[in-house]
């Protein structure tokens, strides 16, 4: 079987500026740091990669069994569109009422020692990393209809083409996982150079575009719904 590595470098890129702009793992970095701020380092090093393995996983289950599972149920594109829509215009404005209060700085967070301080930091946001983290807000109903165009080809199962534009999607795919573990990861180290002023106003703007972002995909999902 001979590869042609230029059409697989041009089908690697077309999916990675495919599914960048769905799943944005640059404005997700801002968007997503409310959940992870009272993360020490290490624990906000394995909640990121546990966030960024769960994508990898939602975008090789949509690529390989997402239009099935989803006929399954009887599920459409526009419904999974509306309801992440709500809940992620849910959290967004949890986020917005939130009090403020006194936050500890990364150094104080990195350096505690309480065992059942870091168990509880970390504890209280294990249940949130798939949902609502990863799905809906990271790799959402967006994503999902992306690679079901791309994964869409006339090629047949098991030929040269078939595996040379699911291997191509897949490298993309890693490497918008790669994109979302750097990033997520880093966010904070922004933030702080920002200062508590600059962090208080990233969080508030963030809930904002968070709630915004929630509202748009309901709207397309019942645009769609209703052919508008």
């Keep these: 079987m001979q590869i042609d590595y230029h059409a697989f470098l041009n089908l690697v890129f077309i999916g990675f500026f495919a599914i960048f702009p769905v799943v944005n793992p640059i404005g997700g970095g801002f968007l997503m740091s409310p959940f992870f701020e009272n993360l020490n380092r290490k624990e906000r090093r394995i909640a990121v990669r546990k966030v960024a393995f769960n994508a990898f996983l939602v975008?090789?289950?949509?690529?390989?069994?997402?239009?099935?599972?989803?006929?399954?149920?009887?599920?459409?594109?526009?419904?999974?569109?509306?309801?992440?829509?709500?809940?992620?215009?849910?959290?967004?404005?949890?986020?917005?009422?939130?009090?403020?209060?006194?936050?500890?700085?990364?150094?104080?967070?990195?350096?505690?020692?309480?065992?059942?301080?870091?168990?509880?930091?970390?504890h209280d946001i294990s249940g949130k990393l798939f949902y609502p983290i990863t799905f809906p807000a990271t790799t959402g109903a967006g994503t999902i209809s992306v690679l079901f165009t791309l994964s869409a080809h006339g090629a047949s199962f098991g030929s040269t083409a078939y595996y040379i534009n699911t291997g191509a999607i897949l490298v993309s795919i890693i490497a918008i996982c790669l994109m979302i573990y750097f990033l997520y990861f880093n966010t904070r180290a922004i933030i702080k150079f920002l200062g508590a002023g600059g962090e208080n106003i990233v969080n508030r703007i963030s809930a904002f575009l968070i709630f915004c972002v929630g509202l748009q995909i309901g709207v397309t999902g019942l645009k769609s719904l209703f052919n508008l």
């Design 59 to 122: 975008c090789v289950v949509s690529l390989f069994a997402g239009q099935w599972i989803l006929n399954l149920f009887g599920i459409s594109i526009p419904i999974v569109q509306l309801a992440g829509g709500m809940m992620i215009c849910k959290m967004g404005w949890e986020f917005l009422t939130a009090d403020d209060k006194p936050k500890k700085t990364g150094n104080e967070l990195d350096k505690e020692v309480s065992g059942k301080t870091k168990t509880s930091a970390l």
